[in-house]
């Protein structure tokens, strides 16, 4: 199917305010949407679904999901685009709030109370919006991302081009990655990580590898070398982990690995206190989880990172960045910055 048809079915679902996603899974050149006929939103607890899922950050109950019931899917090769980053203002009393939520969040550290945290801040602005432009751009800037565009009238609108699986569920067993550190890209591909990005990426790593070892024999456990993932205008550090022979349900896997360490905290329990106490906004879907899930326990769910809430007539992006004892506020306002601009650079 050509681009004018994805451009016609997107233009004719916004309009018409029912439930839908579009979406793209990483490296692959096939957009596909599930949409319904109604505005029920539908819910699970238990993720035994064929749909579309949207989970929040924080999984206390019912997960919202859009069925497959009703669905398309749309030949798409991206071509090369080449953007400016988009000028975003820095207000003073946002950053020092920033800043002294770093400062916070070392100070447990040093404490004791945390190893690792990630701290995230909402950037708001007004903006007039052409949804299927920004949807379309994303897919365009981002080929290696997990792509989706997501709208429920009663859940929301949102969009993001996430570089971090959650994990995979297929016949073959179970994948997931670490993935931790933050440098922007630069075309010589030479990059030095510090201490701070290594310990930041050890401590993620070593985190989700206990997660799987309560669940699985450790022999079915591999985990790659560590290597540089390039996620858009940025890469970070990276281990590809499997498990063979993986015999778990979606819902347990989504109950003992998410939120990771690489959007919460160590300790896990720990870390979501921390950040309901300190941070002055609910995350909502941001960091949460989302994608593709089937009945036969098959599934390929992502991190909600580089994502915004799109509202009539403005944007809120989330962004974070992890926290170490080592951290310096500045650097980390730089990372959130040049973060922000995975989703500026659509509009």
Known sequence: MKDKELKRDFQNL?????????????????????????????????????????????????????????QKEYAFNPTLVTVQPFPLEESKEEKQSFFDLVHRTKKAIHSGLLKKLVVSRKIKIKHNLNPFELFNNLLHLYPQAMVYFWHHPVAGTWMGASPERLFGIDEYGLKTMSLAGTLP?????????????????????????????????EEDIECSETYTKRAGNLVHLCNDISVNRANVSVERMIKNLHPTPAVGGIPKQEGLDFIASHEKFDRQYYSG???????????????????????????????????????DAEQEWEETQNKAQTILQAL
């Open 14 to 70: 916004w309009q018409g305010q029912k439930p839908f996603v579009f979406f793209r899974a990483p490296n692959t050149n096939s957009v596909r949407c599930f949409f319904q006929k109604d505005s029920q939103l539908f819910k699970t607890f238990d993720f035994k679904i064929n749909g579309f899922l949207m989970g929040s950050f924080i999984m206390e109950s019912e997960t919202a999901f859009i069925p497959s019931d009703h």
């Open 185 to 217: 890209f630069n075309s010589n591909e030479i990059y030095h990580w510090g201490a701070k990005e290594k310990l930041e990426q050890a401590l993620v790593t070593q985190s989700i590898k206990k997660v799987l070892r309560d669940l699985f024999n």
């Open 289 to 327: 989880c989302m994608g593709d899930v089937d009945l036969l326990g098959e599934c390929n769910l992502y991190v909600n990172l580089r994502c915004a809430q799109l509202k009539k007539e403005s944007i809120s992006l989330y962004v974070g960045a992890g926290i170490t004892a080592e951290s």
